[in-house]
């Protein structure tokens, strides 16, 4: 019987939007303008945008369609009640709160539950989970394996939760930890997953200690699929079961539906304790909209209604994962450092191991983020010191990792994108020796990659 080798995309592309081209000396003169910040660019001056997946892939034609069924009431549309079914039956989670984005649920939330001085622990925070928790002036800690912080080691799980240092942190600091977050998949970790056996035994040490735990499901699906793959007991499972038994593990989640969701805007927050639920509607009320549509339209509900259930999809799980794990061999056959084994939704180069002449304090992640933008213009992102390296108090010091990430978003590229990615950066790492660092000239008190202006440190700010 034909085995096919090659995973093809599982859709036809039904439309299509032009790329500009441009030259080196134009991507060197618009970087210079952004000073030198990639999220300053303008779209229009990127040829490949892996910046991020959030909020940027190709929605299907079932959900345009569903989009012009968009019931547009204020209260209690149509739309409302399929979006709320939907998350419902993928979570099985009592109360769902819609909200335009993950980062409105986060900060409801974390409003709802943090006071000054708690903490809240996390296999890995990511940006904007770090600065709401951060805001209510609590403490966000970081609590992965080990391995999680060692790009070159191979674990099929680096995106679990260190359980021996969770529960030293539930013991010793009684009533200081309102609520434990799990981010699936492990974005800042490398988009590493989360295996059930570390979730359950997350959620069995919180029940013990009377603390909610809650799951950051911006990637639910993607970590479905890894635990199917790479997890003892699941392999015939379908990624809908899985997801169901994560979920069922928890109080709540937060998502960003930009994520698996497959939309271009909008998320939620789900969570089973009716009087948590209250105070967090209230809350919304406040910024987003009336509690039945959060802030978004009803064709964005209806979007996502059809999304969720689209990114659980085997075809199109299999084909994801597999385009990542693509490029990764290319690369890992030169020699370029990266996160292993890759993640579902991105690949993320090791730039500490790849440009060790550059110190983290000269940022060497962003500067290998402009270098693949002048040589190729491919635009990514630094998760690294830039990103991670303002603490609350004003001072700065060095990320755990100095990371680039190349996000793909979903069903946007094919594959011939990514070869020709693959091109750029083995280029760069050819050249990697020319490439220096980078310095802040101004910055916001938080969140400050997204707006910060920086120079680089001596001459031209790629590799020649």
Known sequence: MFEPRTIIEPFRIKSVEPIRQTTREQRTEALRRAHYNLFQLRASDVLI??????GTGAMSSRQWAGMMMGDESYAGSDSWFRFRDAVHGITGLEHVIPTHQGRAAERILFGAVCNPGDIVPNNTHFDTTRANVEARGATALDIPIAEGREPATHHPFKGNMDLMALERVLADNPGRVPVVMMTVTNNSGGGQPV????????????????VPI??????????????????????????????????????????????DGMANIGGFLALNDSDLARRCRDNLILTEGFPTYGGLAGYDLEAIAVGLEEALDEDYLRYRVRSVAYLAERLAAAGIPMVTPPGGHALYIDAAAMLPHIAATSYPAWALSCALYVEGGIRSVEIGTVMFGQQPDGTERAAAMELVRLAFPRRVYT????????????YVNDRKDRIGGYRIVNQPPALRHFSAELEPIGGDPATS
């Open 415 to 426: 594959q011939s994108h990514v070869d020709y990615l693959a091109e750029v950066l083995l």
């Open 195 to 210: 295996s059930l056996e570390n979730l359950r035994g997350a959620s069995a040490i919180c029940r013990r200690h009377g």
């Open 214 to 259: 809650f799951l950051d499901a911006c990637r639910f699906a993607e970590n479905s699929w890894f635990i199917r793959e790479r997890e003892a007991g699941h392999a015939s499972e379908s990624p809908r079961e899985i997801a169901r038994a994560m979920f069922a593990e928890v109080d709540g989640a937060t998502m960003s539906a930009k994520k």
């Open 49 to 54: 945008d892996l910046l991020t997946d959030s």
